[in-house]
Nanobody
Framework: EVHLVESGGGWVQAGGSLRLSCAAS????????IGWFRQAPGQEREGFSC????????YYASSLKGRFTISSDNANTTVYLQMSAMKPEDTAVYYC????????????????????WGKGTLVTVSS
């Protein structure tokens, strides 16, 4: 059975940092790209970062580049999202998802069924 489990969410003050984890199991991790998405209250889900360890490539939304860093530990089938200099507008439920390529993960398209999704972890940034 496939599982993507996000963890590491919580409350942080503006300017602080958090590291999210996306632990994967039940599929061949090395054959997939992993993306991070978020959905703020009342807003649409957005995809903002992706990693494809086969290519050693990473992608970021331009608005977040420099504050967020994605990385992958293939041995432990886990992808991380290091978030720094956080802002109240980063408050959202953060999800990870897997599909064959980053081009399938990003940008997020609600009509496109990605292979696997996690259930999300809530991040709250207070001002």
């Amino acid at each position: 059975e496939v599982h993507l489990v996000e963890s590491g969410g919580g409350w942080v003050q503006a300017g602080g940092s958090l590291r999210l984890s996306c632990a994967a199991s039940g599929f061949t991790f090395d054959d997939y790209a992993i993306g991070w998405f978020r959905q703020a209250p009342g807003q649409e889900r957005e995809g903002f970062s992706c990693i494809d360890s086969r290519e050693g490539s990473t992608y970021y939304a331009s608005s977040l580049k420099g504050r967020f860093t994605i990385s992958s530990d293939n041995a432990n089938t886990t992808v991380y999202l290091q978030m720094s200099a956080m802002k109240p507008e980063d408050t959202a439920v953060y999800y990870c998802a897997a599909d064959r390529y980053c081009s399938e993960l990003l940008p997020y398209r609600p009509y496109y069924d990605l292979a696997y999704w996690g259930k999300g972890t809530l991040v709250t940034v207070s001002s």
